[in-house]
């Protein structure tokens, strides 16, 4: 199995939920962490509780959805890490709403979150790993992405297209050494599926954030030879 220690890695949504269980996990592993964000002060304390761990830890305040902060937020990760060998895609905003009575401006907002900000936060990551000839990305789907359901068009919409990004990408990528996965969780007692309701974060029934964080730690273990390109997540109870 790969050891992880001193492996330099940047997650997006870093600050809470799924991301923050994301970099506890791989600071244990002895990973230097960048997370972003857009709360500085949840940032803030997610970098304190990280730098605990005995690993390396800044982070970025910026909306994956701003190509241009993203250009300047991840500029300023990689130049905190000195160098980058993972990206964790995990920033993402949800809602409900039926197809017509949704807002076209919320609609859009979802899919340039979850697809375009993906896609941004790539494009500025990627030049990095192929220069090093080797790296990992992760992009965090859902199982909203393989089945479409009613009053979620836009977030399975998003999600979706993130599916379809990744396989591209790693089709393009794989002869350079670089790994990329998507990972489709169901439901996860995140802050996001908290606070609009989806669970009540039931710990005998519902996903943990710490349960998928080991999946991801997982993946990134595996020996180089090998490449996981696809796993869903599920609960045995729900």
Known sequence: MTDLKNKKAIITGGSRG???????????????IAITGRNEKNLQEAATELKALGTEVSYAQF??????????????????????DILINNAGIAAFGSFIEMDVAQWSRIVQ?????????????????????????????????????????????????????SQSLMKEVRKHNIRVCTLTPSTV???????????????NKVLQPEDFAELVVANLRLPRRAMLTHASLWSTNS
């Open 113 to 165: 979150t979850n697809l375009l900000g993906m896609y941004y936060v790539t494009k500025e990551v990627l030049p990095h790993l192929l220069d090093k000839n080797e790296g990992d990305i992760i992009n965090i789907s859902s199982t909203a992405g393989l089945n479409g359901n009613a009053n979620v068009s836009a977030y399975s919409a998003s999600k979706f297209g993130v599916i379809g990004m």
């Open 189 to 203: 007692a995140s802050d996001m599926s908290l606070e609009l309701g989806i669970t009540d974060g039931d710990t």
């Open 18 to 32: 799924i991301g923050k269980a994301i970099a506890t996990a791989l600071a244990r592993e002895g990973v230097h």
């Open 63 to 84: 909306d994956v959805s701003d190509y241009a902060a993203v250009q300047e937020g991840i500029r300023t990760c990689i130049d905190n890490l000195g160098s980058i």
